[in-house]
């Protein structure tokens, strides 16, 4: 069975960070693009930041420049998203995606529609 599986999300007081992860198990993704997303209350799912297979090229809603950061380690099948200063805004289920329909195509996806594979999200709650 393929699985992303997300982990590391919890409650943290703003200005605070975590570090969320992105395990695949199943099949490999690493040669495919990969993204995470985040979906608040009372919202619609958006976009966060994407990364191309071979991490060379990455993308960033504009709302977590500068404090977020997508890597991957394809060796270890695995996506992290490191959140640095958070806000209570960044209060949401935040989703991991890969898209295997993309194998070795080094862009970013931005769009939901584009992802195949889908985790089953984390809890990410920003107090203040």
């Known amino acids: 069975q393929v699985q992303l599986v997300e982990s590391g999300g919890g409650l943290v007081q703003a200005g605070g960070s975590l570090r969320l992860s992105c395990a695949a198990s199943g099949r490999t993704f690493s040669s495919c693009p990969m993204g995470w997303f985040r979906r608040a209350p009372g919202k619609e799912r958006e976009f966060v930041a994407g990364?191309?297979?071979?991490?060379?090229?990455?993308y960033y809603h504009d709302s977590v420049k500068g404090r977020f950061t997508i890597t991957r380690d394809n060796a270890k099948n695995t996506m992290y998203l490191q959140m640095n200063n958070l806000k209570p805004e960044d209060t949401a289920v935040y989703y991991c995606a890969a898209d295997s329909q993309s194998s070795m195509i080094d862009y970013v996806r931005f769009h939901s529609s584009q992802y195949d594979y889908w985790g089953q999200g984390t809890q990410v709650t920003v107090s203040s």
């Open positions: 990364i191309s297979w071979t991490g060379t090229n990455t």
